[in-house]
């Protein structure tokens, strides 16, 4: 074992230094110590850069700790868009007489993540594999119960002969329920756009005329990096946290 790996260990206490949260937490030291020499050669203020590289390293931490559920979320967000066009195209498959798995087929040629997930499915169906089990898996990965229901519903057709109208019933269900949550973030998001637009373009203009008005009546205490610093960077990161919020916030049939 090298040095290294024992100073590392006896930080971490244990023998695996390389484990996803300790590289979250090399790569986060790594952002903090570049940033924090970026930021003292650019404002030469020691407690400044320091104070703002430690907010960057835990930005980074945050984010990449939140990165597994993200995309687990953005992958349901595709099976939510999809499941119910899904679910009529299966059915209307059976109206049409055919196989249940001739129907997936006709599904899997579609382009989409969920189409993906079936066209896999039935790859591994074709080996020789249980279709149930395929499902159960898809069904296993996702947190959304739309999902879910429709896969269940789908494998109730097929194994018990229901009837296939319901799962167009289903499919009118979901996008029911789909536009009355589009209502609910439509209604939501106003106050976010005003707030974006007050960061976006008022409080920018507010600090110039400050700076020029401010400067000549009180001593501010902004130094020229800072004047250039905040409106080129503050505010712009402010802006685009609340563009991530509004688009975090945005259903995933809407995307």
Same mark, same amino acid.
């Given at each position: 074992?090298?040095?290294?790996?024992?100073?590392?260990?006896?930080?971490?206490?244990?023998?695996?230094?390389?484990?996803?949260?300790?590289?979250?937490?090399?790569?986060?030291?790594?952002?903090?110590?570049?940033?924090?020499?970026?930021?003292?050669?650019?404002?030469n203020n020691f407690?400044?850069?320091?104070?703002?590289?430690?907010?960057?390293?835990?930005?980074?931490?945050?984010?990449?700790?939140?990165?597994?559920?993200?995309?687990?979320?953005?992958?349901? %967000?595709?099976?939510? &868009?999809?499941?119910?066009?899904? $679910?009529?195209? #299966? =059915?209307?498959?059976?109206? /049409?007489?055919?196989? *249940?798995?001739?129907?997936?087929?006709?599904?899997?040629?579609?382009?989409?993540?969920?189409?993906?997930?079936?066209?896999?499915?039935?790859?591994?169906?074709?080996?020789?594999?249980?279709?149930?089990?395929?499902?159960?898996?898809?069904?296993?990965?996702?947190?959304?119960?739309?999902?879910?229901?429709?896969?269940?519903?789908?494998?109730?057709?097929?194994?018990?002969?229901?009837?296939?109208?319901?799962?167009k019933t289903l499919?009118?269900?979901?996008?029911?329920?789909?536009?009355?949550?589009?209502? %609910?973030?439509?209604? &939501?998001?106003?106050?976010?756009? $005003?707030?974006? #637009? =007050?960061?976006?373009?008022? /409080?920018?203009?507010? *600090?110039?005329?400050?700076?020029?008005?401010?400067?000549m009546i009180l001593?501010?205490?902004?130094?020229?990096?800072?004047?250039?610093?905040?409106?080129?960077?503050?505010?712009?990161?402010?802006?685009?946290?609340?563009?991530?919020?509004?688009?975090?916030?945005?259903?995933?049939?809407?995307?």
């Amino acid at each position: 074992m090298s040095p290294f790996t024992k100073i590392l260990e006896s930080f971490t206490g244990k023998s695996e230094i390389f484990s996803l949260r300790n590289k979250r937490v090399f790569v986060s030291l790594i952002v903090f110590l570049i940033s924090w020499f970026v930021l003292f050669l650019l404002v030469n203020n020691f407690t400044f850069a320091f104070s703002l590289s430690i907010l960057l390293g835990a930005v980074n931490f945050f984010v990449l700790k939140k990165l597994p559920d993200l995309k687990r979320r953005f992958e349901d %967000e595709k099976r939510e &868009k999809e499941i119910p066009f899904f $679910l009529e195209k #299966i =059915a209307i498959g059976f109206e /049409l007489g055919l196989s *249940f798995e001739k129907s997936l087929g006709e599904y899997s040629k579609e382009r989409g993540f969920f189409a993906r997930e079936i066209r896999n499915a039935l790859k591994n169906i074709y080996l020789g594999r249980n279709l149930e089990a395929e499902f159960l898996k898809i069904a296993k990965r996702t947190g959304n119960e739309d999902v879910k229901r429709g896969l269940l519903h789908v494998l109730g057709v097929y194994e018990y002969g229901n009837d296939p109208e319901s799962l167009k019933t289903l499919a009118n269900e979901i996008l029911e329920n789909q536009k009355l949550r589009a209502k %609910e973030f439509n209604s &939501k998001v106003g106050m976010l756009s $005003l707030i974006f #637009i =007050a960061s976006a373009a008022v /409080l920018p203009a507010l *600090f110039q005329s400050f700076l020029v008005v401010g400067s000549m009546i009180l001593d501010t205490g902004l130094e020229k990096i800072h004047a250039i610093l905040i409106p080129g960077i503050v505010f712009p990161l402010v802006n685009c946290f609340i563009l991530a919020l509004i688009w975090f916030k945005t259903p995933g049939f809407l995307k």
